[in-house]
């Protein structure tokens, strides 16, 4: 039987799925100042979630000035506000190079992440590891984006480092981040399932070797996982 605080972090993590689906769709014009969003049953039947996650979700996209309810008529997109540009967020992933540098970036982060979390995560920080997984198999079975729920499982680990600049780096970087994520924007095809059940494969990895507290078998299997996005990002440049 699953706990209370097991059965919140669920929620949550579908609550943050389903919200940055929406405004993903919402900032990257899928979904235009205007537009209204499906009731809260379409919401609940295409994300296959609880109406609470719905509202929660909602609720998020409000706070941040991105959609509008209005009494008796439904949920609407706003324009979305204007903010300074952060860091990381100027990079241009149309760019292969670009990409790839991202991904150098994250192999001196994100190593050194999953090495201490293997030694200091704690039985709490090793479930939110393997939930995430867990979201991102079903994503993956069903069809749906992953990109949300993949950076969800990279920032689990960074957590479980127990170090908060971990964190707060890669949420600085944000979804561009992953590099699939401008792939994804820019071509309407999904992503091919071969890949994803690759990448899951190696996030399994990661995993499994964090909660075997295997300090060097997290950091070659991060290493391991990042080199191959490398890899495939520079046969596109050679091939183009």
Known sequence: MQSGDTLARGRKNLVETVSEHLRHSILSGDLRPGDKLPSEAGLTQQYDVSRTVVREAIASLRADGLVEARHGVGVFVRTPPTQPALPFQAIELSK???????????????????????????????????????????????????????????????????????????????????????LEDSNPEPTPADYLRQLQAEHKQIAEAISARDEEGARQAIRTHLRHGQERYRRLIRGS
């Open 96 to 182: 292969i190079s670009s990409i790839i540098e991202m991904l150098e970036l994250r192999m001196g982060v994100e190593t050194e992440a999953a090495g201490l979390a293997a030694t200091r995560r704690s039985p709490a920080q090793e479930e939110a590891i393997w939930e995430r997984y867990d979201d991102l198999s079903r994503l993956i079975a069903s069809g749906q984006p992953t990109t949300a729920a993949d950076f969800a499982f990279h920032l689990a680990i960074a957590d479980a480092a127990n170090n908060p600049r971990f964190r707060e780096f890669l949420e600085m970087m944000g979804r561009p981040m992953i590099p699939r994520a401008q």
